[in-house]
């Protein structure tokens, strides 16, 4: 069974920085793609930042230039490091393992619990 357990979220001010984690188990996790995503409540869940199995990288235009996405293949963990933070960004961050069909980038697994990443001053 695929879990994912994402820490480090938190309040943060505007301009700030904070690095997400995620950590995954119950798969083989160098072989797959891995994403991070974000949700506001009332709107849908938004695909911000992807990671190849060769660490080939993608960002939202909203977020690029801003985060980083990266990997540990030996803690099974994908970060993000978000920089110039904004009130925007605010909403849960979820990672997840990405398959691709047709074109089209989805999440593969059911959702972990997320973590909650505030932007205020």
């Known amino acids: 069974q695929v879990q994912y357990v994402a820490s480090g979220g938190g309040l943060e001010r505007p301009g700030g920085s904070l690095r997400l984690s995620c950590e995954a188990s119950g798969m083989i996790f160098r072989v797959h793609a891995m994403g991070w995503y974000r949700q506001v409540p009332g709107k849908q869940r938004e695909l911000v930042a992807r990671i190849s199995s060769d660490g080939r990288t993608n960002y939202a235009d909203s977020v690029k230039g801003r985060f980083t996405i990266s990997r540990d293949n030996a803690k099974n963990t994908v970060y993000l490091q978000m920089d110039s933070l904004q009130p925007e960004d605010t909403a849960v961050y979820y990672c997840?393992?990405?398959?691709?069909?047709?074109?089209?980038?989805?999440?593969?697994?059911?959702w972990g619990q997320g973590t909650l990443v505030t932007v205020s001053s």
């Open positions: 997840n393992r990405l398959v691709e069909k047709a074109g089209v980038v989805r999440p593969f697994d059911t």
